[in-house]
């Protein structure tokens, strides 16, 4: 698929002599610097080791002192908590941790939804349960932002509830203590918290007006930061502290049922944010899609090494059965896509068949996108209605196009990127037509074709610093990992060199692009990768220049680690 470059400004040569004197870095790491508006070494130091001081006051939150002080009578009172939280990796994780803070002073148990009997959100069963089960009180984790009137039969019944969410609100929000940083007449600095990260907070501010210390609840890091690498929110502010931090908790004191995980997927430590992404959350999201996300939230609340492991095992069959079926459920969609002789003048994907499985048409949807780059929505049928997930493309938001066809949806939520829905089946076709139609009215040209961001075009040579060979691991690279946990708001570096050459080439598994690229003006030859990118074998393979677009990775082989570019893109010679 054809990527648009934007390149960034690169900074005057002042303006970066001036930070490689303040903060004595080389000249490539202070212009990503520099970009980045890190501009003192004050920002810098903030920004590579990041402090828990640094986070905000919880009690800027609205609502949360309140809702803090009705847990705290709760446990007083010593009465029965129920903690509802969604089925994917940031409701279970969020459940996780708050029931491991709450259950050291009251009754607790939590309960996670059915996907396929209740659906997303909070739903009357889990409420009723909750009453069966003698509670008082319930929390709703990642979910219940726009459940009005569920959370009006509750209080109905005598069960007061707290939602914890992070999504956009509707044009009501329920009659209850609701913590969402995205409210209109909420304050709190930070908009971006994953749900786990909202009831990371409500239990800072629990522990703070009960006078306890939070040193177990820090230990419960991971889970955030698992949250925040799964649910693909902005990795900048307070996430960034919060995934870091988490991240360290993760790979110096991780839990038992993470271990289990990890060497279920045959991986070690230490893991990264995109380990965290690519190998632990869908195996968390699994249990979710294909069984129970209960599943998950006792992998997570494991206290044995036995116990661990079974789960892991069977979370980790889960995720196999998973493969298979968005694997098959795509070559469906895209055979349908190939059929219709209209979806070639469409701004929009949406396609429907009634016996998809329902727990992977979220992960469809990004597939789809790879070879047909718009909005898409993948909908089947469950209950006698038409379900489904939307993805989106960046700069364009699914949400208000999804929105604006309200009066077909019965319910939706989510935010610009991903959203849920549900809808009538006899809505679909004509829900095709006003998606589409919301989509061609809203979506810039400039959306239409997928951009790549550049940082920086260099030499190869740049990469290395004097004395350094090619042959070892530069300390750029070591400074660039400094700058992790890469995602939403601080990507991965991407850089660019022009008119370099194949000093070698070959495919590998018919899918993948594996290169020496050679830069003749600085004379250095490092080898890359380009996954999935076999059809730009041409543009390498007659001898000509190239521009290639690429991130830094390392290879290991026999022991020996070395430098490697992963491509992203490649184009002719400019």
Known sequence: MQKRWFIKNNPSDDEVAQLINDVKVSPLMARLLYQRELLSFDAI????????????DPFLMLNLREAAELVKEAIEKQQHIVIFGDYDVDGTTAVALVYSVLQQYTTVSYYIPDRYEEGYGLSYKGIDTALER?????????????????????????????????????????????????????????????????????????????GESDVFLLQQLDLVAIAIGADIVSLSGENRILCKLGLKQLNEQPRIGIQALVQQAKKVFPLDLSNVVFIIAPRINAAGRLDSGQRSVALLLADSEKLARSIAVEIDEYNTNRRLLDTQITEEAL??????????????TVVFQSDWHKGVVGIVASRLIEKHYRPTIVLTESNGVATGSARSVVGFSVYDAIESCAHLITQFGGHQYAAGLTLPLENVPAFRE??????????????????????????????FLAGESVHEVPRVFKMLAEVEPFGPDNPKPVFVVRSAYAASHRILKEAHLKLAIYDPISKVTIPAIGFNLADKVDLVAAGCAFDCAFTLETNTWNNQTTLQLQIRDIREGS
């Not at 009006?152 to 940083?181: F, N, Q, R, S, W």
């Open 45 to 56: 130091t903030s920004f590579f080791k990041p402090q828990l001081e640094q986070l905000h």
């Open 434 to 463: 006003a998606f589409d139609a919301a989509v061609q009215d809203k979506m810039q040209l400039k959306d239409e074709v997928e951009e790549l961001t550049v940082d920086l075009e260099i030499r190869l040579s740049d990469l």
């Open 335 to 348: 055979a349908l896509i190939a059929e219709d002789e209209l979806h070639a003048n469409r701004k929009s």
């Open 134 to 210: 003698g509670a008082s009180l319930m929390i709703a984790l990642d979910c219940g932002i726009k459940e009005v009137e569920k959370v009006a039969y509750a209080k109905e019944k005598g069960l007061p509830i707290i939602v914890c969410d992070h999504h956009t609100p509707g044009e009501m929000v329920p009659d209850c203590l609701v913590l969402d940083p995205k409210q209109d007449n909420c304050t709190y600095p930070f908009k971006e918290l994953c749900g786990c990260g909202v009831g990371f907070k409500l239990m800072q501010g629990l522990l703070h007006i009960m």
